[in-house]
């Protein structure tokens, strides 16, 4: 990564770094306003179905409003969690415990996700975590991280190949667990 001859920029010369709101539990309840945690993110993406929700006015939580295309960070905890947010009816925030990276038109969303998965983009991650007790990755120090800028056309490219490949490997897993089953369901019928 340090011998690469590609261009590099600093996360927030490409994107918009900041931390979601505070919510408390008490705050949590059937409202208006969905709340992604870092339990919402998953190792195949963004959870949308279970989400926490809480009843607030919409000018009070407007510039924590996730916007299509944001990544999202887990900022608390060993795991290293990140996801890209796609628009979903009505409104969702980022809650405290993760780290809104809103990109410009200079870096794909899935080309910047593709990075934060890599094992440098982990390793840079890792690097930011603060703490011994409760691990945290404060946003000011990641926006300081420095990203390989490929061109448009690269970046392109690369999340396509990402995005056919992880459809693949679900689908695959899918057709492997069914059949699993089935044998399953085979073998304990003839016990009886």
């Known amino acids: 990564y340090k011998s690469s001859t590609h261009e590099r920029v600093k996360l927030h010369e490409v994107a918009e770094v900041f931390r979601g709101k505070s919510i408390l539990k008490k705050d949590v309840k059937p409202g208006n306003i969905k709340v992604l945690n870092i339990s919402n ?3 195949t993406g963004i959870d949308y179905s279970d989400m ?4 607030e006015e919409e000018r009070k939580i407007k510039r924590y409003e996730l916007m299509d295309g944001d990544i999202v960070l887990s900022c608390r905890g060993t795991a290293i969690k ?4 796609r628009k ?3 409104i969702v925030i980022a809650s405290a415990n993760v780290i809104v990276i809103r990109p410009n ?4 969303s899935d080309y910047l996700r593709i990075f934060f998965e890599s094992p440098v983009g982990i390793a840079l991650i890792k ?6 007790t409760v691990v945290n990755i404060n946003h000011v120090d990641i926006a300081e991280m420095e990203i390989p800028l490929l061109s448009m056309e690269e970046q392109k490219e690369l999340a396509d190949k990402y995005a056919k490949e992880a459809a693949l490997f679900r689908e695959t897993v899918a057709k492997a667990e069914k059949r699993f089953q089935e044998e399953k ?3 304990y019928n003839r016990l009886v």
């Open 41 to 43: 993110i998953t190792d």
């Open 52 to 55: 926490d929700s809480i009843d």
């Open 82 to 85: 990140t996801g890209v947010f």
């Open 105 to 108: 038109h200079r870096i794909l």
């Open 88 to 90: 979903q009816k009505g």
């Open 127 to 132: 690097s930011f975590q603060r703490g011994t």
């Open 185 to 187: 369901e085979k073998i």
